[in-house]
Structure formats: structure tokens, C-alpha cells
T-cell receptor
Framework: AQSVAQPEDQVNVAEGNPLTVKCTYS??????LFWYVQYPNRGLQFLLK??????LVKGSYGFEAEFNKSQTSFHLKKPSALVSDSALYFC?????????????FGSGTRLLVRP | DTEVTQTPKHLVMGMTNKKSLKCEQH?????MYWYKQKAKKPPELMFV???????INESVPSRFSPECPNSSLLNLHLHALQPEDSALYLC???????????????FGEGSRLTVL
């Protein structure tokens, strides 16, 4: 069965400091991995994805994520956090061999960036 | 700005009412989705339409009835709902329903439903 774990309900970081939001996954076969962000009372916005190739993926708003196959992780990172990055972040996975159209979402991590 | 438009943004209905949620996209996407999201929880997939045909129904109760009149429109008809159905209902679309692009979903801002 496919699953995604986001072990931290909330991450607190000071503005200007680097941030990391953790994600680990379990799928049969090779994964497609995604990060989405949700601001209050809004829909989800796509941030970045890993499909194949370079393990370091760069996305919107200065975010990046590193795919680590041996650790089955896809942590989201940003070198310097902004207060406006405060939001709810979801990691999602789909197995490359899955014929359904279903994304499996993690439980979400709330990022709070303090001034 | 989102390219997936959902109406209404807010809806309050009684348990005996019939109402509909609407979703529209003009990106030429051929897959459209309904998700339900409770507060501080991840979205839960309800339905997937691929090329205007229902391809996934995640065992959703029949009081929720989806409809895809054409490739740009997706409706969710609501009837005899329960208070526990109160949630944010998100519509999404993707370029197609298979292949690499599948996971890159474009979400609307949602319709917040309250059932009294």
C-alpha cells in the first residue's frame, strides 16, 4: 500500500533561517513525488515535483526538495524563510506503476515563520 | 490567480435541501477531480473524471452526485446531506489522467459547505 508520512505537525522557524519540512514515503516501484502548499482559506498550490533525473528539484518561491531513494524521503527546504511562507504544506506521492489517478497526501505540516 | 474557478465560495444548506457546487477550468485539462477537506486535514479524493467519464468513485455516499457536462465543467450535486458533510470541497484539474502530469493538480479555492 502507498503511504506518505509527515512526522511534524508544525515547524517553527525564524525569518531568514533555513527551513526543512520532512516527508517520507512508501510505494511499490518508483515514485512520483510532489509538494503542495495551502494558505488559509485557499486551495492547494503546486510547489514542485520529482519525476526522474536530478535528485535536487527546484520549485516555486525559492523552495527545493531532495529525493533520497535509500531513505525514501523527499524533504522540502528553503535557504532563507519568509514570514509569508507560513502555511500548510502537503507532501504527496503516486506510484509510477499505478494505473489509477490517485495522489496519496501526507497529513500536512504547518510552517510558522516568526519575524 | 487560480485558473480553476469554483462557485459558490460559501454555501449553507439544511439537511433536506438540494444544492450544487460548480467548477470550471479553461486550461484544456482532460481530468477533473473533487476532493473533500476537513479542517487541518489533507484532501480526500471523492471523484475523478477523465475525458468526461467518471473513472474513480472513492465509495462516496449517493447523497453526493457528480456530473461532468463537458470538458471544462464539473458539478457536484448535493442532496440530503448530514452535518458531518460540512467541509471545504475542492475541485482540481490536471492535463490528463495518466502519465507524468497526473500529479500536477491545479486546485480551485474551494467551496466551504456548512450543513445545518
Amino acid at each position: 500500500a502507498q503511504s506518505v508520512a509527515q512526522p511534524e505537525d508544525q515547524v517553527n522557524v525564524a525569518e531568514g533561517n533555513p527551513l526543512t519540512v520532512k516527508c517520507t514515503y512508501s510505494v511499490s516501484g518508483n515514485p512520483y513525488l510532489f509538494w503542495y502548499v495551502q494558505y488559509p482559506n485557499r486551495g492547494l498550490q503546486f510547489l514542485l515535483k520529482y519525476i526522474t533525473g536530478d535528485n535536487l528539484v527546484k520549485g516555486s518561491y525559492g523552495f527545493e526538495a531532495e529525493f533520497n531513494k535509500s531513505q525514501t524521503s523527499f524533504h522540502l527546504k528553503k535557504p532563507s524563510a519568509l514570514v509569508s511562507d507560513s502555511a500548510l504544506y502537503f507532501c504527496a506521492v503516486r506510484s509510477r506503476g499505478d494505473s489509477s489517478y490517485k495522489l496519496i497526501f501526507g497529513s500536512g505540516t504547518r510552517l510558522l515563520v516568526r519575524p | 490567480d487560480t485558473e480553476v474557478t469554483q462557485t459558490p465560495k460559501h454555501l449553507v444548506m439544511g439537511m433536506t435541501n438540494k444544492k450544487s457546487l460548480k467548477c470550471e477550468q479553461h486550461m484544456g485539462h482532460r481530468a477533473m477531480y473533487w476532493y473533500k477537506q476537513k479542517a487541518k486535514k489533507p484532501p480526500e479524493l471523492m471523484f475523478v473524471y477523465s475525458y468526461e467519464k467518471l473513472s474513480i468513485n472513492e465509495s462516496v455516499p449517493s447523497r453526493f452526485s457528480p456530473e461532468c457536462p463537458n470538458s471544462s465543467l464539473l458539478n457536484l450535486h448535493l442532496h440530503a446531506l448530514q452535518p458531518e458533510d460540512s467541509a471545504l470541497y475542492l475541485c482540481a484539474s490536471s492535463q490528463d489522467s495518466a502519465g507524468v502530469k497526473t500529479g500536477e493538480l491545479f486546485f480551485g479555492e474551494g467551496s466551504r459547505l456548512t450543513v445545518l
